[in-house]
């Protein structure tokens, strides 16, 4: 049954802005972030459109993800390592696990282990083995084939990037492993010097402009579209929404839309947020509830089940709504229906 709200996925942005930051990283290979369902896009449709394109690496967070992609028989790694309860998934070599822990590099070694990634804390202080641990032998015997470490503050202009990147550097040699891995979507920015042997994007790969450098060359993936509900006029001086934040001035025409903060469309929308119809501008009006929101329609044509499309630009959307482009894409809802390729009715 279709729904009464959609995402237009445009692959070919998708696969351009891939291309985009596989140049950027120079020598480096390019791979891309496929967690969290591709970054709410769908991570099956991702991957196949991403390794049509050249990608070969792809990272998830763990190994359901993983298991999710196995039949596309892509290389995987799996960021959160492996737990007791993944050893079968990752004996049978669907993913490497990217180990993160000394528990987890002995759980790894007793089980047989095989491939691996390491993942090295530079100064994040998330996840990741210390560079005494691998002073101290506790890689010794593993097959690593790739190095990670992750920049805390990639998209800002900070001292950090460089100590993070100048500790990462001196392990060069130190544990056998085939390649290195630094920079995520911003680290690419950041230049060359962060690049290493492999780029790991993801934020930008689906729109996203984690850092100025990007915002001429990375476009939009994602355009929310909603079905108005109802169309009626309100007063002047009537109020539209939970607690009156907004009241009309004029009589105002009203689309109610089939779209809420259950959907990922946050409060923080509320009285701010931007939609169109064509070539008409939009003001989002009232407070965003969990299944609605409305839309002052005063000066476009628009009747009940006319679609409505949402602000595809994250950075703008970020700003206005006080939420990360991260949240943004991540926190779209099951009901969306995704459509891949389809024509737009926005601008």
Same mark, same amino acid.
């Given at each position: 049954m279709p729904a009464p709200l959609r995402l237009r996925l445009d692959g070919d942005a998708l696969v351009r802005n891939w291309q985009t930051l596989d140049r950027m990283s120079g020598r480096a290979a390019c791979g891309a972030a496929v967690k969290a369902n591709g970054y709410g896009l769908g991570a099956v449709e991702v991957?196949?459109?991403l390794a049509g394109a050249g990608c070969r690496d792809f990272f998830v967070s763990n190994w359901r993800e993983a298991v999710e992609l196995a039949p596309l028989g892509l290389a995987v790694s799996v960021l959160h390592g492996v737990r007791d309860e993944d050893m079968v998934a990752a004996r049978a070599g669907i993913a490497r696990p990217v180990l993160n822990t000394p528990a987890q590099v002995a759980r790894w070694k007793a089980g047989g282990g095989g491939a691996c990634d390491v993942m090295v804390d530079t100064g994040m202080n998330r996840l990741g083995v210390s560079a005494q641990d691998i002073a101290d032998g506790l890689l010794d015997g593993l097959t690593i084939e790739t190095l990670m470490s992750h920049l805390a503050c990639a998209d800002e202009d900070a001292a950090m990037n460089a100590v993070q990147r100048d500790r990462f550097a001196?392990?060069? /040699?130190?544990?056998?492993? #085939?390649?290195?891995?630094?920079?995520? !979507?911003?680290?690419?920015?950041?230049?060359?010097?962060?690049?290493?042997?492999?780029?790991? *994007?993801?934020?930008?790969?689906?729109?996203?402009?984690?850092? @100025?450098?990007?915002?001429?060359?990375?476009? *939009?993936?994602?355009? *929310?579209?909603?079905?108005?509900?109802?169309?009626?006029?309100?007063?002047?001086?009537?109020?539209? @929404?939970?607690?009156?934040?907004?009241?009309?001035?004029?009589?105002?025409?009203?689309?109610?839309?089939?779209?809420?903060?259950?959907? /990922?469309?946050?409060? /923080?929308? !509320?009285?701010?947020?931007?939609?169109?119809?064509?070539?008409?501008?939009?003001?989002?009006? /009232? #407070?965003? !509830?969990?299944d609605l929101v409305a839309i002052d329609v005063t000066s476009a044509t628009v009747c009940e089940g006319d679609w409505i499309a949402f602000d595809a630009a994250l950075p703008d959307a970020a700003v206005v709504s006080g939420m990360s482009q991260y949240e943004l894409l991540t926190a779209m809802g099951t009901r969306f229906q995704r459509l891949w390729d389809a024509p737009r009715i926005s601008a």
């Open positions: 991957a196949r459109r001196a392990l060069q /040699g130190m544990t056998g492993a #085939r390649r290195m891995s630094l920079a995520n !979507s911003a680290g690419i920015a950041l230049g060359h010097d962060y690049a290493f042997d492999l780029t790991r *994007p993801g934020l930008a790969v689906y729109g996203g402009v984690p850092r @100025g450098e990007l915002g001429e060359v990375i476009t *939009p993936v994602v355009y *929310p579209e909603a079905e108005i509900l109802q169309v009626r006029r309100v007063r002047a001086g009537d109020a539209v @929404g939970y607690n009156a934040t907004w009241t009309a001035k004029a009589d105002t025409d009203v689309a109610v839309v089939n779209l809420g903060y259950a959907d /990922g469309y946050f409060r /923080g929308f !509320s009285n701010c947020g931007t939609a169109w119809h064509g070539q008409d501008r939009l003001a989002v009006i /009232g #407070r965003v !509830s969990m």
